[in-house]
C-alpha cells in the first residue's frame, strides 16, 4: 500500500461544512503558491502577525456538537472606559492635526480558561444565539478561533473579487446617522482603491453603497466593492491580493498606513487574529478559486489559558467618545454573554 501523506488531528467548520485531517500548514506570505494547490484550506491572518493556511483532506457535514460549558471567570479588558475615551480623544487631536481621517480603535476582552475548551460547542451556542453569514471556527494545533463575523473581507469566485466594508453601527436602522455615513464612504473609497491595485482597470465599481443590515441587537452600513482580477490563476494571486488588502481597510482606518502607525502607539495589546482575516480557500482540481474570507471581527480565540474577544470602533472628527465607548459595548455584550452562558441563546 502507498504511503499516506501525514495526518494531523484538528478540524474547521463554516455553514454546515465539517473540514477534518490537516495535512500541511503554510504561511502564506512565504509561500502564497501554495494557496493555488487544489483542496479545502482554512485561513486565520493575524491582525499584526503571520497570515497561514491549514489544508484540510476530508470534508462532511458537521456532527452535533457537545454541549458548551459557560465561561465561568471575570473578563478583563485591554482599555478600561477611562482609557478607551482618552484614545478616542487622541484621535480627534490627530484628525485635527491631519495625520488621518479615520481610525478604528480596539480593545481586547479576555478571561481565563485554563483548559482548552471546545471550539466547535461555542460556535454552536453563537449560532443558535447570533446567527452570523461568516460564522466559522478552527481548532487545530496553532489555532483556536471561533467566530461570527457579519463582514465580508474577500470573497474570490474565479477572476471576481468582492469585498463589502462595514462602517456605520447603531443598536437599530433608526439610530445611524450622517457621521455613520460618512464614516462608511471613507472605508469604501479606500476599499476600492485596494482592489484596483490587483483588478483590470476600470472594472472596480461599488455595486451596494450605504445598505443597511440587520443583525442580531445591531443594525450596520455596508457597502459592496467588486473587480475583475487581473491573473487570478497566476500562483503569485494571494500575494498580490494581502500586499493590496491587508490588513482590512474597516479595522484599520484611512489612510491605512497613518492609521496602523496610530493603533501601534494606542492600543496596548495586540489584536492577534481580531480584525484579521479568517475563512476558507477551496482550489478546483483545475486551479479554479473560490474563498471567503471574513473580516474576523466579533470573534473568540483562545491560546496559552486565556479566552480572547475583541470589540472596536471607527473613530471620526464626529465621534463622541461616550458614544464610541457604548458601541463597543453594545458589540461586545450579546456574544460575552452567549459564551459566560449569560444570555440565552434561545430567548434572548
Ligand atoms: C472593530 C469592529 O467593528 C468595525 C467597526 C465598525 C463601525 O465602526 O461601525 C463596524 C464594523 C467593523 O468594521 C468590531 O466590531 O469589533
Not at 49 to 66: I, L
Not at 281 to 310: K, P, Q, S
Not at 329 to 335: E, G, I, T, V, Y
Amino acid at each position: 500500500m502507498p504511503d499516506q501523506p501525514p495526518r494531523a488531528p484538528g478540524r474547521a467548520w463554516f455553514a454546515g461544512v465539517e473540514l477534518a485531517g490537516v495535512t500541511d500548514v503554510i504561511d502564506v506570505c512565504d509561500q502564497p503558491e501554495r494557496l493555488r494547490e487544489p483542496g479545502w484550506w482554512v485561513v486565520v491572518g493575524e491582525f499584526d502577525g503571520r497570515v497561514r493556511a491549514w489544508r484540510f483532506d476530508e470534508a462532511t457535514s458537521a456532527p452535533e456538537p457537545a454541549p458548551h460549558e459557560p465561561v465561568t471567570g471575570t473578563w478583563r479588558s485591554s482599555l478600561d472606559h477611562d482609557a478607551y475615551v482618552r484614545a478616542v480623544e487622541d484621535v480627534r487631536g490627530r484628525i485635527l492635526e491631519g495625520d488621518v481621517y479615520q481610525a478604528n480603535i480596539c480593545r481586547v476582552m479576555s478571561v481565563d480558561v485554563p483548559q482548552e475548551p471546545d471550539a466547535r460547542a461555542l460556535a454552536h451556542v453563537l449560532a443558535r444565539g447570533n446567527p452570523a453569514p461568516y460564522a466559522g471556527g478552527v481548532q487545530v494545533d496553532g489555532a483556536w478561533v471561533v467566530c461570527a463575523s457579519p463582514e465580508l473581507y474577500l470573497r474570490i469566485d474565479g477572476d471576481v473579487v468582492t469585498s463589502a466594508p462595514i462602517k456605520g453601527t447603531a443598536p437599530t436602522r433608526a439610530g445611524l446617522t450622517a457621521k455613520d455615513r460618512a464614516e462608511n464612504v471613507m472605508i469604501t473609497d479606500l476599499v476600492r482603491n485596494d482592489l484596483q491595485h490587483v483588478c483590470e482597470p476600470g472594472t472596480v465599481e461599488v455595486t451596494t453603497l450605504l445598505g443597511i443590515e440587520e443583525h442580531p441587537g445591531l443594525a450596520h452600513l455596508v457597502s459592496t466593492v467588486q473587480g475583475r482580477l487581473v491573473g487570478a490563476s497566476d500562483d503569485d494571486l494571494w500575494a498580490r491580493l494581502l500586499d493590496a488588502t491587508y490588513p482590512p481597510g474597516s479595522v484599520s482606518g484611512a489612510p491605512k498606513s497613518s492609521a496602523l502607525r496610530i493603533i501601534g502607539e494606542l492600543e496596548p495589546v495586540e489584536r492577534g487574529p481580531y480584525c484579521g482575516a479568517f475563512g476558507w480557500v477551496h482550489v478546483d482540481d483545475d486551479g479554479r478559486t473560490r474563498a471567503e474570507l471574513a473580516v474576523a471581527i466579533r470573534t473568540f480565540w483562545w491560546a496559552d489559558g486565556v479566552l480572547r474577544f475583541g470589540t472596536g470602533a471607527g473613530i471620526t472628527w464626529g465621534s463622541d467618545a461616550e458614544a464610541e465607548w457604548a458601541e463597543t459595548q453594545l458589540k461586545a455584550a450579546r456574544l460575552v454573554g452567549l459564551a459566560s452562558g449569560t444570555t440565552d441563546p434561545v430567548t434572548d
